[in-house]
């Protein structure tokens, strides 16, 4: 696990495996990070598959499950947490749990 | 010298003028000033014409005047009151419909101040402006509002905005014609947009040519909760909902948003059976899920449509307009919390909840007792159902109601 942490309070965890493929990032701080950089080439994934909820509106909790990647995004103003990962590809014996 | 009967006459008056109204100073002989009225009505229905068929979404009306102007105003309808954000966001095509332009706000170095805030999944982008806001007899000038360029006539949001369609400027994406943000603090962003190094992708200065880049925003700045700028009854809010009438879904629910704590006969703390939650600097109390010993940041927040937090074992709807949200495979599905308050206010209480099946709901209906989501989340949050029968009062940071400071939630 590798921690990036900002001055303003941003904080952003990449999971990789034996190998060094990342397969899970959390993150958490007063702002959302910039997702399409985060989720790389899983974006369109993601963004396809949240357009599918109608209204994107305000329900402020959003679960995305897509083909291959799973989506959390939650908190609010000042506080917002979230996680991505690679279902198939978390490595035996990581509780989903501990990605935070 | 004979002082004995003048100065008995206002020693006599006082206590019933101190009864009779507020305030109310040494003077015997001035009517009391009346009192502000402070109370909006509060309604959950389907939603905007153009957006309609919302659930579980709390709409309130908010005039909008340009800064310093008496006459170039808007009433606007269908704002979702949200307890969980702070600052009014209005969609601009709306407020263009009345004919309102609402005077911009620029950065020192003379640029366009934009905004991008993230909202459940997808983001606001426009320019600051600066509003004369009226509610009731309450009135706050030249507050910073976030105006929501749907119609794309400012600068283009940042690539880091709203990407892949994920913008929620316009009416049918926000279910709304507008936020009203009443959350605990005085700013949006508050001190962390102020000063770091590297300024978080959330304030923006935007050139003339419409070339936009990160940068902080001074406090004064920054996009501000309106019930806190107004000259009285600023020291926090009030929202009361009646009970459902059908717990599978009522057409139209009405309530009432209150402003002030304790400033008024209609919006008193109770001195008895309140449970005060002080919230720590994210404005979050705490909570545990169902006897789980994980402690979870938690909020009461109107803008959240279900109950949010995270039980595997619950069944997730997989299909159909309830996708993500929890299909309970026997309803309904009791379950608890307790939550706790952070610092001086630390009181702690447990509340009962039931979790229903969503497809279960009446067809048409706006508003749902037993909605819940928010499988994964590390999170609690008490959305709208958590209204229903209550009145929940939430006192702003750093002010003070009777014996507590804020930020708090109560009930």
Known sequence: ?100 | VKPAVPLRLPALALPILLGACFGGSGSTTAAPPPPIANVVTLTVDGGPAAAAGQLNHLYVSVKVCAAGSQGACANIDHVLLDTGSVGLRLVGSVLAAQAVTLTPAQDPQGQTLEECVAFGGGQTWGPVAFADVSMAGERALKVPVQILDDAASGAPPPTDCGTNGTLINDVPTLGANGILGLGVFAQDCGPACVAPATPLPFYYGCSAAGACSAENAALTAQVANVAAMFTSDNNGIVVRMPNLVNANGDAVVQGELVFGLSTQSDNALPATGLTVLGADGNGDFTATYNGSATVLPALIDSGTDHYGFDDPSIAVCPSGEFIGYYCPAVPPQNVYAVNTGVGANNATGMINFAILDPNSFVAGAAAFEGLGGGGGSTRFTWGMPFFYGRTVYFGFDQRVADAYTGPFYAY
């Open chain 1, 1 to 100: 696990m590798r921690e990036i942490s900002t001055g303003a309070g941003m904080r952003v965890r990449e999971y990789a495996d034996a190998g060094g493929m990342i397969f899970a990032v959390a993150w958490s701080g007063p702002a959302r990070p910039d997702l399409r950089q985060l989720l790389g080439g899983y974006y369109g994934e993601f963004t396809a598959a949240l357009l599918e909820r109608k209204p994107l509106g305000m329900h402020r909790a959003v679960l995305i499950a897509g083909q291959s990647i799973r989506v959390e995004l939650a908190g609010h103003m000042r506080a917002y947490t979230g996680r991505a990962f690679l279902p198939a590809r978390i490595p035996a014996g990581v509780p989903i749990q501990e990605i935070r």
